[in-house]
């Protein structure tokens, strides 16, 4: 059974940078692509960032605009990096999971989802 649990979230003030983590078990994630999603109050949920297990391949949303970095930095962990935070960025942060090849970046192309993390920029 596939798990992802998210961590890092919190509340920061504008400008500043979080780093939110995503540990993925339960099977062999070798030919799949984790991505982040945000969801904030009475919004659709939406892509952020996606990247392959072996980190190959890397996706973001036009907003991200440079100030966010989705990476693999540990064997099971993928992290997402935010910098110079924006009140705009408040969400709740998910972690999903695909296959490889990814045949879209909407919520409806991830199967695992994880329980999502908090986070609230205040200006």
């Known amino acids: 059974q596939v798990q992802l649990v998210e961590s890092g979230g919190g509340l920061v003030q504008t400008g500043d940078s979080l780093r939110l983590s995503c540990v993925a078990s339960?099977?062999?994630?070798?030919?799949?692509?984790i991505a982040w999603f945000r969801q904030a109050p009475g919004k659709e949920r939406e892509f952020v960032a996606a990247i392959s297990w072996g980190g190959s391949k890397l996706y973001y949303a036009d907003f991200v605009e440079g100030r966010f970095t989705i990476s693999r930095d540990r064997v099971q962990s993928t992290d997402l990096k935010m910098n110079n935070l924006k009140p705009e960025d408040t969400a709740v942060y998910y972690c999903a999971a695909a296959p490889l090849p990814l045949y879209g970046l909407g919520p409806a192309d991830f199967g695992s989802w994880g329980q999502g993390t908090q986070v609230t920029v205040s200006s």
């Open positions: 339960g099977r062999d994630f070798s030919d799949y692509a």
